[in-house]
């Protein structure tokens, strides 16, 4: 089994073996540092997926983005051609589950918004190194939409799902900052 697979498929064992409470303390530590991080203080409109049950939860990022009058965008994943395309939402009822059972917008609710008008984009990842390079899911989406964002990259990670370095390949993009429940680690990016 290739590195990263391994390196993926073990910290998923631990982020699907964590505890209701840890994964809930874990998530408020993670959302305090983004809520006063200057990035995303100052981001108009916030790039942003919307959580599954093995990811950090979204929903009191997103509903609290809202509440403070940002735009919130998230992806619908075109699975043809291995891309996303970004809309905007503020509404429950303008998202339904889509690919690979995440939840998407509906593009006929919604509207579609560029990359470069995204002022924060919030990068999902199941393992990372401090030099901002992830592992994700698999399926490459965010590192083609990484070769065209120009703007502000953050994942929130735990401290337990860093590791020394990740093997790369020529297409691997880091993310510019990593929020953990401590500290953020500006990456160079």
């Known amino acids: ?27 408020e530590k993670l959302q305090q540092q983004l809520f006063t991080n200057p990035l995303f203080q100052q ?6 997926t919307i959580s599954t049950i093995t990811e950090w939860d979204t929903y009191h990022i997103i ?5 403070a009058g940002k735009t919130i965008a998230s992806p619908k994943c075109m699975v043809k051609t291995r891309e996303m395309q970004y ?15 995440i939840k998407e917008p509906i593009p006929d609710k919604t509207r579609p918004i560029l990359y ?5 984009l919030l990068v999902p990842g199941i393992v990372f190194d401090k030099e901002g390079y992830r592992i994700g899911y698999g399926g490459g989406y965010y590192d083609r939409m990484l070769m065209e964002y120009r703007g502000n990259t953050i994942s929130l990670c735990s401290e337990k799902q860093m590791v020394d370095c990740i ?10 900052r990593l929020i953990t429940e401590d500290r953020v680690i ?4």
């Open 87 to 101: 809309y905007t939402w503020h509404e429950t009822n303008q998202i339904q589950d889509g690919y690979a059972g």
């Open 1 to 27: 089994m290739p590195e990263k697979k391994k390196m993926r498929q073990k910290m998923l064992e631990y982020l699907n073996g964590l505890s209701e409470y840890e994964r809930k303390m874990t998530g």
């Open 186 to 189: 500006k990456t160079g990016a």
């Open 167 to 176: 093997p790369r390949e020529n297409h691997d993009l880091p993310v510019a």
């Open 116 to 120: 470069q008008d995204i002022d924060l």
């Open 63 to 67: 509903e609290k983005a809202l509440k």
């Open 43 to 48: 981001a108009a409109t916030i790039g942003i």
